[in-house]
């Protein structure tokens, strides 16, 4: 399966981590999401997201040392989505500067949130709604 997916991640109290060449980064507790494409192999990314054995290699892994997946969003497509996904949370969350999107122009594709319900509402509006 290809798609874009979401991870909904929780930390649960403040921590400062070092994110590969990004730097000592200081994160809040509280909700982040990362945004993020597979068109490859969609389930074997998840799956690896999940695993705590896996070699460091995304701005992601780095985090996902300290934080707890607290649920997973995905869409089916053939097409990457997730700059689209991204911006839509950058025009209502707290994004962390060039977290997860070497690979493109955004700005970012890690958001952070106080409560997790307003993730959930941004997820479902704009997964539910991409035309694919």
Do not use: P
């Not at 192999?41 to 999940?50: A, D, G, I, P, Q």
């Not at 025009?91 to 409560?115: E, W």
């Amino acid at each position: 399966m290809k798609g874009t997916y979401v991870l909904l991640i929780e930390l649960d109290h403040d921590e400062k981590i070092q994110i590969g060449k990004l730097g000592l980064i200081n994160f809040k507790s509280g909700f982040y999401v990362y945004v993020g494409s597979a068109l490859n192999n969609l389930e074997k990314r998840v799956k690896r997201h999940l695993s705590s054995e896996k070699k460091i290699h995304w701005h992601i892994d780095y985090f996902l040392q300290n934080g707890i997946i607290c649920d997973v969003f995905y869409k089916e497509c053939s097409s990457r989505y997730e700059c689209i996904i991204a911006n839509e949370f950058k025009k209502h969350l707290t994004f962390i500067k060039d977290f997860g999107c070497s690979d493109c122009n955004c700005i970012s594709h890690f958001f952070y949130g106080k409560r997790e319900d307003i993730f959930k509402i941004i997820i479902k509006n704009k997964l539910d709604k991409l035309s694919l």
